[in-house]
């Protein structure tokens, strides 16, 4: 059996490092390179389980770098890229926007330009074995803009980034999208809502919450806690990205959500519960939660209509905010050795 070789960026990362050992299981007939630049947000322990794996391999390096990007295409002949690797803390955009306009842009048109330099002999004619060579975008719902108290996002919704962050997000989508109409390439984008589980970066708002909690600190709460979120458990999104990367049709989008709508609050106070259940203290961990400051323009709600996923490729979430926070707790209480 020939092997499929794909280039993965970004498989250090909170969604990639779930990914991977997952897509590796399930599809024994590909080779993946891992390119990743290990950034703050990385961890080289997240992929401890597959490091043996005689079908993986780890390169350290920028997806900005050209001339790296084309060695590696040069060396494995890549079928296919699948491209997680981005900066994704809207905090960190806000005070440092120039790292994301670098990765989240040009980083994405430097891996996209030399896939088309690789693959096709001229617009829309591919080279020979490479018709089926695909380019898998990951993105975000964030680049859909902030929406009121109904409605949802879906995949004709117009784009309006309200962060430096989303705005990097929306541009990278769009020169996806244009090397699909004006040259013919074989790509697909997915653009997911907030995933959570394990692996998640300790900045991220439910590590940060379990993260408080344990230590006895203040858990701190943007604003009101009122901003809604859609969250997906991550693998649950890893199956969603499977699907469309084997099944997607050339040049369209699929939103990937998981249909479960929480506030700040909410899910602050959850974990606080189950946290004393599992973990009891002398007093409740909710007496942690403290309102801070809100986040300059902070959207106050996303939710995905994940419709078109579910009735054209058959995806379906397997948990639902209440399973899979569980197993978050867990996970989080045995990284932290509580």
Same mark, same amino acid.
Request: contains cysteine.
């Given at each position: 059996?020939?092997?499929?070789?794909?280039?993965?960026?970004?498989?250090?990362?909170?969604?990639g490092?779930?990914?991977?050992?997952?897509?590796?299981?399930?599809?024994?007939?590909?080779?993946?390179?891992?390119?990743?630049?290990?950034?703050?947000?990385a961890?080289?322990?997240?992929?401890?389980?597959?490091?043996?794996?005689?079908?993986?391999?780890?390169?350290?390096?920028?997806?900005?770098?050209?001339?790296?990007?084309?060695?590696l295409?040069?060396?494995?002949?890549?079928?296919?890229?699948?491209h997680?690797?981005?900066?994704?803390?809207?905090?960190?955009?806000?005070?440092?926007?120039d790292?994301?306009?670098?990765?989240?842009?040009?980083?994405?048109f430097?891996?996209?330009?030399?896939?088309?330099h690789?693959?096709?002999?001229a617009?829309?004619?591919?080279?020979?074995d490479?018709?089926?060579?695909?380019?898998?975008?990951?993105?975000?719902?964030?680049?859909?803009?902030t929406?009121?108290?109904?409605?949802?996002?879906?995949?004709?919704t117009?784009?309006?980034?309200?962060?430096?962050?989303?705005?990097?997000?929306?541009s990278?989508d769009?020169i996806?999208?244009?090397?699909?109409?004006?040259f013919g390439?074989?790509?697909?984008?997915?653009?997911?809502? @907030?995933?959570? #589980?394990?692996?998640?970066? /300790?900045?991220?708002? *439910?590590?940060?919450? +379990?993260? $408080?909690?344990?230590? %006895?600190?203040?858990?701190?709460?943007?604003?009101?806690?009122?901003?809604?979120?859609?969250?997906?458990?991550?693998?649950?999104?890893?199956?969603?990205?499977?699907?469309v990367f084997?099944?997607?049709?050339?040049?369209?989008?699929? @939103?990937i959500? #998981?249909?479960?709508?929480r /506030?700040?609050?909410? *899910?602050?106070?959850? +974990?606080? $519960?189950?946290?004393d %259940?599992?973990?009891?203290k002398?007093?409740?961990?909710?007496?942690?939660?403290?309102?801070?400051?809100?986040?300059?323009?902070?959207?106050?709600?996303y939710?995905?209509?994940?419709?078109?996923?579910?009735?054209?490729?058959?995806w379906?979430?397997?948990?639902n905010f209440?399973t899979?926070?569980?197993?978050?707790i867990?996970?989080?209480?045995?990284?932290?050795?509580?």
């Amino acid at each position: 059996m020939r092997h499929k070789t794909i280039l993965i960026t970004g498989g250090l990362g909170f969604i990639g490092s779930n990914f991977l050992p997952f897509f590796l299981e399930k599809h024994k007939e590909y080779k993946i390179i891992n390119l990743d630049k290990v950034t703050y947000a990385a961890d080289v322990s997240n992929l401890n389980e597959i490091s043996a794996n005689a079908n993986y391999n780890f390169v350290k390096g920028d997806i900005c770098d050209r001339e790296l990007v084309d060695k590696l295409f040069k060396e494995y002949q890549f079928n296919s890229v699948i491209h997680f690797a981005a900066e994704s803390h809207v905090d960190n955009s806000i005070t440092n926007p120039d790292e994301f306009i670098k990765t989240n842009i040009f980083g994405t048109f430097n891996l996209l330009d030399v896939a088309k330099h690789y693959w096709m002999d001229a617009p829309h004619k591919p080279k020979q074995d490479c018709e089926n060579n695909r380019f898998h975008h990951i993105s975000t719902d964030e680049v859909y803009g902030t929406l009121g108290e109904t409605g949802l996002f879906t995949e004709q919704t117009p784009y309006a980034p309200n962060s430096p962050y989303s705005a990097s997000k929306a541009s990278s989508d769009f020169i996806i999208r244009s090397y699909y109409h004006t040259f013919g390439m074989n790509v697909v984008t997915t653009n997911c809502s @907030n995933n959570y #589980g394990p692996k998640q970066h /300790d900045e991220k708002l *439910i590590p940060t919450i +379990i993260r $408080k909690a344990i230590n %006895e600190e203040i858990i701190p709460i943007y604003g009101d806690g009122l901003n809604i979120r859609d969250w997906l458990y991550v693998l649950d999104h890893c199956k969603g990205i499977d699907l469309v990367f084997h099944k997607g049709v050339i040049g369209e989008t699929y @939103n990937i959500g #998981g249909e479960n709508e929480r /506030d700040n609050l909410y *899910i602050a106070n959850t +974990i606080c $519960k189950l946290l004393d %259940e599992i973990k009891p203290k002398t007093q409740s961990y909710k007496n942690l939660i403290s309102f801070v400051k809100d986040r300059p323009g902070h959207d106050f709600r996303y939710a995905i209509d994940a419709s078109k996923i579910e009735k054209e490729l058959g995806w379906k979430a397997d948990e639902n905010f209440e399973t899979g926070i569980k197993k978050t707790i867990h996970w989080y209480l045995n990284k932290y050795n509580t």
